[in-house]
């Protein structure tokens, strides 16, 4: 009897991989890497929500109900973990903070191959804010695996203004933001990708493009046609009045300096294909003046118009 019971201590002692009928574990392999150089290795490649300060951690082990704890990611960073002390999990995903903690837990000996599970409670910022040209701009709770297109659908989408660009700026890398590309053509892709919560999406503004002066109808146009030109533009603006000078149209650019720029547009000679059409850039405003010798012209033409029907009505009487 009592050599059974040593045989049996014996084999709860041995590692799991090596007890008769078992499946082959491969455990976690001690080595001298920081937490830091796993990150480095595999941050890239990980699907996982990354970890920041002020999340809260569920930290649990397999078949160690005694070792189960709440702990919050410090400001610099770290986990306090009963029997670890701190563990540096900022900027790591779930799948890698788990493995430091398994691995360091294994190096302590105080498990072997123990299968570390990490759940977060709570994020720090809880939801990711999408702003911009969208249809309702704010704070979105999306937890998990989300995409950019899952945070422009929950602001209800992008208005008729938005640009062609996304800005993301993810809350591990707040410094480097990035620029995606976005396209409402549905013979091009928008770059679709990955985003946590704590990250901000902005959606840009489309330039605009103005037409001013002796048109019917002064308006802004929004420049969604990356190739829109001057006459596109007055055609948009229902065409020039007939007193517009179309020999003095100016087309005023917002140059790199203070001083925008005025070139001339002669629209005269465009009209008359002489001349080519001018592709307009954001924010350009195209100006059509009034020509003084039409408007003299005309007042003169309503005038005499007058005079001769007030004769015909008074020679009529008489």
Do not use: C
Request: no cysteine; glycine share 6%.
């Amino acid at each position: 009897m009592t050599r059974a019971i040593s045989i049996l201590n014996a084999l709860l002692l041995l590692p799991i991989s090596n007890i008769p009928g078992q499946e082959q574990v491969t455990p976690v392999q001690p080595n001298s890497a920081s937490s830091s150089q796993v990150s480095d290795a595999s941050h890239s490649g990980s699907p996982d929500v990354i970890l920041a300060s002020g999340d809260l951690l569920a930290v649990s082990v397999a078949g160690a109900p005694e070792y189960h704890y709440d702990v919050r990611v410090s400001s610099a960073g770290e986990a306090s973990l009963p029997m670890l002390g701190n563990v540096k999990v900022a900027g790591l995903s779930t799948l890698l903070a788990e493995n430091v903690v398994a691995q360091r837990l294994q190096e302590k000996g105080f498990f072997n191959d123990p299968q570390v599970s990490i759940f977060v409670k709570e994020y720090a910022t809880a939801g990711i804010s999408v702003l911009g040209e969208v249809q309702k701009p704010g704070i979105y709770p999306l937890p998990g695996q989300r995409t950019l297109l899952d945070a422009i659908s929950a602001a209800g989408g992008v208005t008729p203004k938005a640009g062609k660009s996304v800005t993301i700026t993810h809350r591990d890398a707040m410094d480097n933001p990035e620029t995606v590309p976005l396209s409402r053509d549905n013979e091009q892709t928008m770059t679709n990708m990955a985003v946590q919560p704590g990250d901000t999406v902005v959606v840009s503004k489309a330039g605009m493009v103005y037409v001013v002066g002796d048109v019917k109808e002064p308006t802004g146009i929004i420049l969604d046609n990356p190739r829109l030109t001057v006459l596109q533009a007055i055609a948009v603006a229902h065409g020039t009045n007939p007193t517009a000078s179309l020999k003095s149209a100016t087309l005023i650019h917002k140059a790199t300096s203070s001083t925008p720029q005025q070139v001339p547009i002669p629209l005269d000679a465009i009209l008359a294909a002489k001349s080519p059409d001018l592709e307009l850039q954001p924010d350009d405003i195209v100006f059509v003046p009034v020509s003084t010798a039409k408007v003299i012209k005309r007042r003169t033409f309503e005038a005499l118009v007058q005079t001769a029907t007030g004769m015909a009505i008074w020679g009529t009487r008489y």
